[in-house]
């Protein structure tokens, strides 16, 4: 690759992290200390960038040198978000969670499409219990917290401030238009991780199970209640959208894998999620339309169930419910 | 970091790459294609280099620019070819998968990593039937090409040729050391592709859904027979010949995501499933160190179930075996 392109992918890069009401050419000419005109020769590939003005760009964008020297043809850049027990916390990937949000609220025109695999981890902060096993298993299993090495769950193991931050987080996501695709598998995962920790004796007794699995049993009626009313909204609480906001649809044949796309004033990101709670995100256009095109033809293929389709709404959720009745009942 | 200071620490790592002072210049003067003095001035750091000449030293030289400055950035770049509906062709696939298997065997010490969420496409091609219905599927219902739209399922339309290169791929994924992390669900969603092809009557009859679910239940004994002898072999082999070796895990925990990770000569390569069927690889350190470490800790929390602990192996294979039964049992055969 020539370093043409290397100098173009990073410009490129650099607009898709710019949000769109900023100029491009302002904020380089102000990143290099050049004219605005400079700025432009530079942008348009007609002026080679230096070594010193690599390094300035990268260092203000968080790039990689390394990764602009080896790009092949179809290279995408993802910004990755991994959370770790030192320098990135399950408390901080919340907040920041929260902040992305907000910031997608912020737009006037703006909708998230979540293609899931398990039940979208927003859904999980509606009710007390839930959320403290969430945050129980994703701390002891998934990120091996040295904190939880010896640990058995509590209600209380979860701090008010990751458990109202993770409400928050409900709060905010039911402002957002958004389209989920389910399958009846989605909700496997979770009960799974239930009975893995009461296998593994991580339970101090069955009546702590119970109040969990009743937690799961509330999420999935309040899902299915939005589902009914095309609107979002939190347990107990009107909703605020005057009009639909949500679109739920139900596909037989393909379970999802976590991918999310979000539009935010005519702008699009894909979000993937990999390694249970870490993602990654790009705003390459290309990449984005391709997702969204394939999602598209998921959605022909599957059955739209929010505001219609009543009899095949209760066919879905009487799955998952039952699922957990049948675990309740072993208890 | 000063660029003058950058520049110094860039040309005295090449120097510690074994070139001597005197070569230096002309080596540097022939890859930036300069003269010797141009070279000198770049070395003294009179003259910046621009960030075509840096990529030039740093791929020959093999240098992480980042390293020698320190910086850290949460930038991954992947790469794949996006499945396109307008130009996909299956046979390309495939051949795009014998490809990337031949490469990662030409390492000499390699193993693969795949934390299954439905059944790796390599099992695909133990059995002409399987191969056949998840090649219609793919492009009746994930493609939606015109020419499938009205078409029923007939196991006699998979052509011979694609067959001959789906047994390639196998043949190469079975060379391939490999770890393998299942759960009970990673079958779940191949069932359902065939329960709604039925309840859509795709299927000319229960006759041709019955074969299908003899192939599987094939499949899934001989994959049995692979994980007790910890090693992979041919169907058709009566030997059991070893070809690589294999660990299979039984995952309870975390249904996978079809990620995949290969190690190959002490480096490493990551594949990601996105929108259910595309995938794309990186080869960033940081990423594929994180990788793995979420590979080893879902390989912790799983059994082991190739070789060992005949029980649980036994219980794995069983619980699917009776899904497989129990769907042959439903139908009008």
């Keep these: 690759m020539s370093t043409t392109s290397a100098q173009d992918f990073l410009f490129k890069r650099i607009k898709e992290m710019l949000p769109s009401d900023e100029s491009m050419v302002d904020i380089i000419s102000e990143v290099l200390h050049v004219s605005s005109d400079s700025a432009y020769r530079r942008i348009r590939g007609e002026t080679p960038i230096l070594l010193d003005e690599a390094h300035l760009l990268c260092q203000h964008f968080h790039f990689s040198i390394d990764n602009l020297f080896n790009l092949k043809p179809g290279a995408v850049l993802f910004q990755s978000t991994r959370i770790n027990n030192q320098q990135y916390s399950y408390e901080k990937y919340i907040s920041d969670l929260l902040d992305l949000i907000r910031h997608i609220n912020s737009y006037k025109q703006k909708d998230i499409i979540y293609l899931t695999k398990d039940v979208p981890i927003i859904h999980n902060f509606y009710f007390s219990p839930l959320i403290a096993f969430r945050y129980f298993f994703w701390m002891k299993s998934i990120l091996q917290h040295p904190d939880f ?30 389209v989920e695709i389910w399958n009846t598998e989605c909700i496997n995962s979770t009960i799974s991780q239930i009975e893995f920790c009461r296998d593994s004796g991580f339970f101090s007794s069955v009546a702590d199970v119970k109040i969990i699995y009743e937690a799961l049993e509330e999420t999935i009626l309040h899902i299915k209640a939005q589902a009914e009313a095309g609107k979002k909204f939190m347990p107990k609480e009107e909703s605020m959208s005057k009009t639909g906001n949500f679109q739920f649809f139900y596909n037989r044949v393909i379970l999802g894998d976590n991918t999310i796309l979000i539009n935010t004033d005519g702008t699009r990101s894909a979000f993937l999620n990999y390694d249970v709670l870490n993602y990654m995100s790009t705003r390459d256009e290309t990449f984005c339309s391709q997702c969204y095109e394939d999602i598209s033809r998921l959605m022909r293929k599957s059955t739209l169930i929010s505001q219609t389709s009543e009899k095949q709404r209760n066919i879905f959720f009487n799955i998952l419910l039952s699922k957990i009745t049948d675990r309740k009942k072993n208890l | 970091m000063t660029t003058g200071e950058i520049q110094h620490l860039l040309f005295k790592t090449i120097k510690g ?24 001035r770049r070395i003294r750091g009179e003259k910046t280099l621009s960030l075509d000449e840096l990529q030039t030293l740093c791929l020959h030289f093999k240098i992480s620019i980042d390293n020698l400055i320190g910086l850290q950035s949460p930038g991954v770049i992947f790469t794949g070819e996006y499945l396109d509906k307008k130009t996909f062709r299956f046979e390309e696939y495939v051949n795009s998968l014998i490809q990337n298997l031949s490469y990662m065997n030409s390492f000499k010490e390699k193993t693969f990593y ?16 399987i191969a056949a219905f998840k090649w219609f599927f793919w492009l009746k219902t994930y493609f939606q090409f015109p020419e499938f739209e009205k078409k029923k399922f007939n196991f006699k339309d998979h052509p011979d040729e694609l067959f001959v290169k789906e047994q390639k791929v196998l043949d190469l994924y079975n060379q391939l050391p490999s770890v393998e992390i299942w759960n009970l669900e990673s079958m779940n969603i191949f069932f359902r592709q065939i329960e709604f092809y039925r309840d859509s009557q795709v299927f000319n009859s229960d006759e041709d859904v019955y074969q299908l679910y003899e192939s599987i239940g094939k499949m899934w004994v001989h994959l049995e027979k692979q994980a007790s002898l910890g090693y992979k072999f041919d169907y058709n082999d009566p030997t059991q010949k070893r070809i690589g070796n294999l660990k299979m895990y039984f995952n309870e925990v975390l249904l996978g995501d079809n990620n995949m990770l290969l190690e190959m000569d002490g480096s490493r390569m990551s594949y990601v499933s996105h929108t259910t069927i595309n995938f794309m690889f990186t080869r960033d350190e940081a990423f594929n160190l994180n990788m793995y470490n979420h590979m080893q800790n879902q390989m912790q929390r799983s059994t082991l179930i190739s070789e060992v602990s005949e029980r649980e192996r036994a219980r794995f294979f069983r619980l699917i075996r009776e899904k497989i039964e129990h769907r042959k049992e439903s139908l009008k055969v």
């Design chain 1, 149 to 178: 090495d010896n640990k058995g769950f509590t209600m209380n193991c979860i701090s008010p401030e990751i458990e109202s931050l993770s409400k928050e987080l409900a709060k905010e996501y039911i402002k957002v238009p958004s």
């Design chain 2, 17 to 40: 790459k074994s070139i001597e002072d005197s070569n230096l210049a002309e080596e540097i003067g022939r890859l930036l294609d300069k003269s010797t003095d141009s070279a000198y």
């Design chain 2, 114 to 129: 795949y934390s299954c969420k439905d059944l790796p496409i390599f099992h695909h091609y133990h059995f002409r039937e």
